[in-house]
């Protein structure tokens, strides 16, 4: 999962372009949209109209994950989209006895289901993905729980900016509590500087005190700011598609081979 309770630093591009790399090395990869902002389902060129089953149907108990897996344009990539219904879930589950574990319920489901599933475009969804990227809100909410019920691991992208180790300890904690009461083997995945400046001396100097706190957990590769980032979305593209020659293209690349090195060492261990 991709979480920081900050907003705008940067999940959102980061699932989409972490998404569409790992794809592109060929392992099948699902994006999960669990913000009612429903970016991620932008980002990757889903529309309105394309959302008829989606995370809040699966949260309410009314479709399977599989159901609601709908194919990108991307080879290898698919996604549970989201839309804006998904604000209302939170306090329409307040009664439901497994709250926190509906999307760990759904995603053990949908692996013990053996069978390819056919999607509702008549393309075949993969019975197993090598990763599942889930595209968190900025805030702490039921949705947010339920991610972080379900994950393996938390990856966290930081902006360098004044307050990032502020916001980061909060969410150091939170993850400290989820996993005395609800998933015991949750992990910090990583953290990945993101919007990096190389003309701003406060970014280097966020970069280095977040290295020096959190040491090997930082990822090596950082992301630089770069216009064609944030231009991308509004085309309904993954910026590797957009431009794959720009810094910001290169550099989530770079993240997602570190990725795979990093999952490889953390499996085997
Ligand atoms: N490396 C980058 N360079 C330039 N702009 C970027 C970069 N990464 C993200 N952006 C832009 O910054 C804005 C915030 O990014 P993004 O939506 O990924 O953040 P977020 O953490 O998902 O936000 P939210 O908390 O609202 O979900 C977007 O407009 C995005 O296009
Ligand atoms: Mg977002």
């Given at each position: 999962m991709v979480a920081n309770q900050k907003g705008g630093v940067g999940k959102t591009t980061t699932a989409i372009n972490l998404g569409t790399a790992l794809a592109a090395v060929g392992e099948p990869t699902l994006v999960i949209d669990?913000?009612?902002?429903g970016n991620a389902s932008t980002g990757l060129g889903v529309p309105q109209s394309a959302r008829t089953i989606t995370i809040y149907d699966v949260l309410m108990g009314e479709a399977s994950l599989a159901e609601a897996i709908v194919p990108t344009r991307i080879p290898n990539l698919s996604l549970v989209p989201a839309t804006v219904d998904l604000s209302g879930a939170e306090l329409e589950l307040i009664d439901r006895p497994r709250r926190n574990f509906i999307l760990k319920d759904a995603l053990a489901e949908y692996s013990a289901d053996g069978s390819s599933v056919h999607g509702r475009t008549g393309e075949d969804a993969p019975t197993r993905f090598s990763y599942v990227l889930i595209d968190c809100p900025p805030s702490l909410t039921l949705l947010t729980i339920n991610a972080m019920a379900a994950a393996d691991a938390v990856m966290v992208p930081l902006q360098c900016e004044f307050f990032a180790l502020e916001g980061l300890s909060q969410l150091l904690k939170t993850i400290e509590r989820v996993r005395a009461s609800?998933?015991?083997?949750?992990?910090?995945q990583g953290i990945v500087l993101t919007m990096f400046d190389k003309r701003n001396k406060l970014s280097d100097q966020v970069a280095a005190d977040v290295r020096q706190n959190m040491g090997e957990k930082v990822y090596s590769t950082v992301i630089p700011r770069n216009v064609r980032m944030s231009e991308a979305p509004s085309h309904g593209v993954p910026a590797l598609v957009y431009d794959l020659r720009c810094p910001g293209s290169q550099a989530y690349i770079k993240l997602a081979g570190e990725l795979i090195q990093r999952e490889r060492s953390r499996l085997a261990a």
């Open positions: 669990i913000d009612p902002q609800l998933n015991p083997s949750l992990d910090i």
